[in-house]
């Protein structure tokens, strides 16, 4: 820790000077994680809690699209990215373009998008969802068929939880898709007795061989409340680290993939963000209003 002290140290210090808080995903480093953020939970989590901060800056230990959804939130605040360019396989995977041609494809066909998805695109959707709560948005639209955009896995793993139809997009996250049946049944016998927990945006083969399949946050919970003796996270390496910490008692497997955006947070990008205020995150108004109707629909739920 001490090779983190002095922008640790500085970090503290500035959030005083001024005001400001920082919101960190789950997937950042322990010493973000753990030592700097104020707040920290999974996509759903940050999104709730971004609207309840209170101070005049934020900084968003993420990626973009998280970035931009604490702004559609707190459109007074001065929200900042350290690193624009981190970016998300799932949010390139699709423009307003495309979901416009996915309307006229299918017309009267409610979309659905994950958050995971740049502001111009929520602002062609009806409503966002996160892994957390993905199912119960799509049922409660109360309509036979959605659209649900990008995540090709995510959408395919809430179809086998629910009769409603959905029509999927071909987005995949490039950390999860790479997890597979074989990974697990291997991790089974090298570690026998061990508890498989997988995020939904893995291929729904690794979510029909898990023992349990929910967000960052869920997979925390999981582990909190049931304890099991060894446990694998099969998501982003970061997750083990910082849920490991808070229990000492259970063994970590950690064979994991690490996800380049979340990476390019760091706390020196971090300190400087506080100290040069940047990179201020703006989104065109007009984009704005209707992304954040997409946003706030969920909200509601
Ligand atoms: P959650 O934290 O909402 O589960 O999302 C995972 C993710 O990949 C975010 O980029
Ligand atoms: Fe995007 Fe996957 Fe990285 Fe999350 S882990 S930011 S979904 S690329």
């Given at each position: 820790w001490s090779a983190f002290s002095d922008d640790i140290d500085a970090i503290l210090a500035l959030k005083r000077e001024r005001n400001a808080v920082i919101l960190a995903h789950n997937y950042q480093t322990p010493e973000i994680f753990h030592?700097?953020?104020?707040i920290v939970g999974d996509s759903l989590a940050l999104a709730r809690e971004a609207m309840t901060v209170d101070a005049d800056v934020i900084v968003l230990a993420g990626v973009h699209f998280m970035a931009e959804t604490t702004k559609l939130l707190n459109p007074a605040k001065t929200v900042l990215l350290?690193?624009?360019?981190?970016?998300c396989s799932l949010a390139d995977s699709i423009t307003p373009a495309d979901v416009r041609l996915l309307r006229e494809r299918y017309p009267g066909v409610p979309v659905v998008t994950y958050v995971n998805t740049c502001a111009s695109v929520k602002a062609e959707a009806d409503i966002c969802c996160t892994s957390g709560n993905a199912r119960a948005v799509v049922e409660s639209l109360g309509v036979p068929c959605v659209i649900m955009i990008p995540d090709e896995y995510l959408a395919k793993n809430v179809a086998a939880q629910t009769d409603v139809e959905i029509i999927a997009w071909k987005g995949h996250c490039e950390v999860h898709e790479r997890f597979t049946p074989a990974d697990i049944r291997e991790l089974r016998e090298a570690h026998p007795g061990i508890t498989v927990l997988a995020h939904p945006e893995c291929p729904p083969n690794v979510v029909a061989e898990a023992d349990f399949a929910g967000s960052t946050a869920a997979m925390s919970d999981y582990v909190g409340r049931n304890k099991p003796s060894r446990v694998v996270l099969m998501?982003?390496?970061s997750m083990s680290d910082n849920v490991a910490v808070e229990h000492p008692e259970v063994e970590f497997i950690r064979p994991c993939n690490l996800c380049p955006h979340m990476k390019r947070i760091t706390l020196a990008n971090i300190r400087t963000a506080l100290e040069q205020n940047r990179h201020v995150v703006t989104i065109d108004p007009q984009i704005a209003d209707r992304a954040r109707q997409s946003v706030e629909r969920m909200l509601a739920i």
């Open positions: 030592c700097v953020a104020d350290p690193d624009v360019s981190a970016g998501t982003e390496c």
